[in-house]
């Protein structure tokens, strides 16, 4: 089965910054990468589909990167609403559909 | 608009089995390629992908829960039904349900999920 990791688990970061997180897959999964943000007490939503495509009204400091088993999400200038979890997952294997264990931004 | 919605117990003893309902609006189970899934997120923790069901009736689930999982639709009625057994304290958590619109893409509308707490 198809592992992911995230890095780093955690972050603090100010309003303004630039924020990248880091998704790895254990094996290629060409562009079968999604993000998702999560937060407190609600459903995922997601972000970027496909390694790199804006989900339609996501802004646009939110951008994906990478293929193989490699990926990052960038949030370009970190704003008051961003603070979140936010999630990676894999849809290359349609047998098993595996999230990685997430990334907490908040407040530096 | 695709709205998705859990339904089901809020409370389950140790062995008992879960049973979950997800029902949708906004799209069609019949319809190609598309599918509807199942995620849970214990307190605190991340979240795990148990099960999915296809147009076609194809079912996909977690290979370290898949003897306990069943996953079934009732494509009349727009539900998508889970079942789980012998549950356990730590099967305590919020279940999610999700569309997907064709293999190999992402869970883009989600339900705003149901707790269940295991507990004698």
């Known amino acids: 089965d198809i592992q992911m990791t995230q890095s780093p688990s955690s972050l603090s970061a100010s309003v303004g910054d630039r924020v990248t997180i880091t998704c790895r897959a254990s094996?290629?999964?060409?562009?079968?990468l999604n993000w998702y943000q999560q937060k407190p007490g609600k459903a995922p939503k997601l972000l970027i589909y496909?390694?790199?495509s804006l989900q339609s009204g996501v802004p646009s400091r939110f951008s994906g990167s990478g293929s193989g088993t490699d990926f990052t999400l960038t949030i370009s200038s970190l704003q008051p609403e961003d603070f979140a979890t936010y999630y990676c997952?894999?849809?290359?294997?349609?047998?098993?559909?595996?999230f990685g264990p997430g990334t907490k931004v908040d407040i530096k | 608009q695709i709205t998705l919605k859990e339904s089901g117990p809020t409370l389950v003893k140790p062995t008992q089995t879960l049973t979950l309902t997800c029902t949708f609006s906004?799209?069609?189970?019949?319809?190609?390629?598309?599918?509807v899934g199942w995620i849970r997120q214990p307190p605190g923790k991340a979240l795990e992908w148990l099960a999915l069901?296809?147009?076609?009736?194809?079912?996909r689930y977690s290979p370290s829960l898949k003897s306990r999982l069943t996953i079934t639709k009732d494509t009349s009625k727009n539900q998508v039904v889970l079942t789980m057994t012998n549950m356990d304290p730590v099967d305590t958590a919020t279940y999610y349900c999700?569309?997907?619109?064709?293999?190999?893409?992402?869970?883009?509308?989600w339900g705003q999920g149901t707790l269940v707490t295991v507990s004698s």
């Open positions: 906004g799209f069609s189970l019949s319809t190609s390629g598309v599918g």
């Open positions: 496909a390694a790199s």
């Open positions: 999700a569309h997907t619109k064709v293999a190999g893409s992402p869970f883009d509308y």
């Open positions: 997952q894999q849809s290359y294997s349609t047998r098993v559909f595996t």
């Open positions: 069901i296809y147009w076609n009736d194809d079912k």
């Open positions: 094996q290629s999964i060409s562009s079968y």
